[in-house]
Nanobody, 124 residues
């Protein structure tokens, strides 16, 4: 099993920045590509960003493209989500996910492991 723990969430004003971190532990040899998803209460969880195991490939949801950057440090076993120019509509619980496959994935069903989530609140 792979355990994922998110951190870095909090309250920020619109236009501000936050960096989320996701630390992996356990049988991380089973962990390949990783991604970030988010969910607003009452709505479906949605894809935000994904990065391949090597870090050479990334993909973003249109809603965050140009504002968010996903990166990873395989030595530290961490994945990051740098969020700039935050908007009120970015308010959500952000989840880190990992999949066994090495390539990027944008569907929830493609991921094998999930964190518990970290709350991001953007005040307008």
């Amino acid at each position: 099993q792979v355990q994922l723990v998110e951190s870095g969430g909090g309250l920020v004003q619109a236009g501000g920045s936050l960096t989320l971190s996701c630390a992996a532990s356990g049988r991380t040899i089973n962990s390949g590509a990783q991604g970030w998803f988010r969910q607003v209460p009452g709505k479906e969880r949605e894809f935000v960003a994904t990065i391949s195991w090597s870090g050479s490939s990334t993909y973003y949801a249109d809603s965050v493209k140009g504002r968010f950057t996903i990166s990873r440090d395989n030595v530290q076993k961490k994945v990051y989500l740098q969020m700039n120019s935050l908007k009120f509509e970015d308010t959500a619980v952000y989840y880190c996910a990992a999949r066994k496959a090495l390539g990027v994935g944008i569907l929830q069903s493609e991921y094998d492991y999930w964190g518990q989530g970290t709350v991001v609140t953007v005040s307008s």
